[in-house]
């Protein structure tokens, strides 16, 4: 027997495997370095002489973890950059991005900003929650200093097989109804689509891709500032391009065709200008340009792609077959003297028909979807429509007639029009799937409501709630309520479990960790 893979010897007195247990002394031995190193004695043990060496036993190093300090979607971004300042490039381009993880992008943002760096992936613009400011501050690391980034052929991409971003499926439109009253400030569609032949298979938390076409009316006007052989080819080529960004590619090409000097002048200003850039679509731009003459070809060279959409799936495929759902949110708004139309929205509204082809594909969740356990509860705040997922939830629990408890809370502007689906939501309170339901309805009294003021409310019941094992889910504007949201989360915990700031912030920590708080923000 070898006497030096005795473990008693091998850690200077400490055995993690006791004598009676049914090892021979190797086996023992080797048992004793894997729990070490699993409980945090390799310097223990390397002390004794048991790391390496004759013995031939060997624990490995622990990996040191890398940290994200700017990985929170509550730092502004000029804080997140400045603690990304002394790291990486491929670093700085994640702090950069929302800090959602929300998978609008396709990615995640560290994933996101690593595509970028290796330049597999050459859209900058990827990240919505971030908008222009994080399309702004990608743009000029890129510029300033990346190695690879924006300069590097981005490899070929492997046939798809499937459904994929790359590769969506042309599903076909079912319906697009209106859920808002007449007299409602918005217009919100409830809208389902075929996915029949598709073979896609998607879990409710999941996010259904759309490309959108632009609106013919926009392409018309834009291409009467162009020079084009073929009108109709021209405008069935810039229905799939972004017409909402004016990038520093289009300013340079119009400086070096404009022949005016005052325009010339311009230009050159409006270059380095991106605050006044921001107000201006493509169209904005070229009109403000007689002088300058270019084709479309030189036009669309400037331009990227549009961007797929993304919408929380509002249904289940176990309850709904070969079919997903969406609540859409009609967006236009007034600028600049002309009425500006949300390209994907206002497709689904007032664009396309029953049986209209749509581009669709699924992008998957990062954990946000109902819990494994069919028994515990669920908590979600879904204000307008933010509802979207819930309603796939409701739908998944009552399918798996699921025996944990379901609590909505639900806002809007007014509960005479704004009610979103609340035959459907009431019908689940009666049938025991729903079984609380608060609402905030902003604008039915004087003194404004909201959701997080309904939490507070019932403040001692959604901490129970937690404390058995329940999970709480955010979905909507990341901007405004979700911030609102999580602190209200925060002063509750504090407040009922009788803890310390401090202590609120590590159990509300834990609930994100062990994803049992998870946001679907945008």
């Keep these: 027997m070898n006497k030096m893979l005795d473990p008693q010897k091998m850690i200077a007195g ?12 190797e086996q023992r031995a080797w048992l004793n370095g894997f729990f070490a190193g699993m409980t945090g004695i390799e310097e223990m043990m ?9 013995n031939g036993i060997v ?7 890398e940290d994200f300090p700017w990985h929170d979607d509550g730092l502004m971004i000029d804080e997140r950059m400045e603690l990304a300042e002394d790291r990486p490039y491929e670093r700085k381009l994640m702090a950069a991005m929302a800090q959602l993880d929300c998978g609008s992008c396709g990615y995640e943002c560290q994933t996101y900003a690593e595509a970028i760096a290796n330049g597999s992936e050459a859209n900058l613009t990827l990240c ?10 990608v743009k000029k690391l890129v510029k300033l200093g990346g190695s690879s980034g924006g300069t590097t052929t981005a490899p070929a991409k492997a046939a798809a097989t499937g459904v994929t971003r790359n590769n969506p499926f042309t599903a076909k439109l079912i319906k697009s109804e209106k859920l808002t009253g007449e007299a409602s400030n918005k217009d919100v569609r409830h809208v389902e689509i075929d996915l029949t032949g598709s073979g896609i298979n998607y879990e409710v938390g999941d996010s259904l891709g759309l490309y959108p076409t632009n609106c013919e009316e926009l392409v018309a006007q834009v291409l009467s500032h162009c020079e084009c052989d073929d009108e ?4 069935k080529r810039l229905l799939t391009y972004d017409l909402a960004t004016v990038n520093e590619e289009l300013c340079e090409l119009v400086q070096s065709k404009a022949t005016d000097s005052l325009e010339i002048e311009r230009v050159t200003n409006l270059i380095d ?20 003459s270019i084709t479309v070809d030189q036009l669309i060279n400037t331009l990227n792609e549009l961007n797929p959409r993304l919408y929380s799936i509002a249904s289940s495929l176990n309850a709904h077959p070969d079919q997903v759902h969406l609540t859409v949110g009609k967006v236009t708004y007034q600028k600049n003297d002309r009425l500006r139309k949300g390209v994907a929205s206002t497709l689904l509204a007032d664009r396309v028909s029953g049986g209209s082809p749509l581009n669709v594909f699924v992008q998957k969740s990062h954990g946000f979807t109902v819990p494994v356990d069919d028994s515990l509860p669920m908590i979600m705040v879904g204000p307008g429509t933010g509802i979207a997922p819930f309603l796939s939830f409701l739908q998944e629990r009552e ?3 699921a025996s944990g408890k379901n609590w909505l809370f639900f806002g809007d502007q007014k509960s005479e029009t704004d009610f979103l689906y609340q035959q459907q939501l009431e019908q689940w309170q009666a049938d025991g799937v729903l079984n609380e339901l608060d609402t905030a309805f902003s604008r039915d ?11 507070r409310e019932k403040s001692a019941q959604l901490f129970s709630w937690l404390e058995t094992g329940g999970s709480f889910y955010v979905c909507g504007d990341a901007s405004r309520m979700a911030k609102d949201v999580d602190k209200a989360l925060h002063e509750i915990v504090e407040k009922e479990g009788k803890l310390s700031a401090a202590a609120a912030k590590e159990y509300v920590k834990n609930l994100k960790d062990t994803k049992r708080y998870c946001r679907d923000v945008y």
């Design 14 to 25: 400490v055995s993690l495997i006791p004598e009676s247990a049914p090892f021979d002394p």
């Design 46 to 54: 390397a002390q004794a002489g048991s790391v390496g060496g004759a």
């Design 59 to 65: 624990v490995a190093e622990p990996e040191v973890e």
């Design 128 to 137: 919505s929650p971030g908008g222009k400011e994080t399309a702004k501050m």
């Design 232 to 235: 109709a080819a021209a405008k």
């Design 273 to 292: 200008d991106d605050d006044q850039l921001d107000e201006l679509d493509v169209l904005d731009f070229l009109q403000m340009f007689d002088s300058c």
């Design 399 to 401: 399918v798996r007639k």
């Design 445 to 455: 009294q004087e003194q404004k409501i909201y959701v997080q003021d309904r939490m």
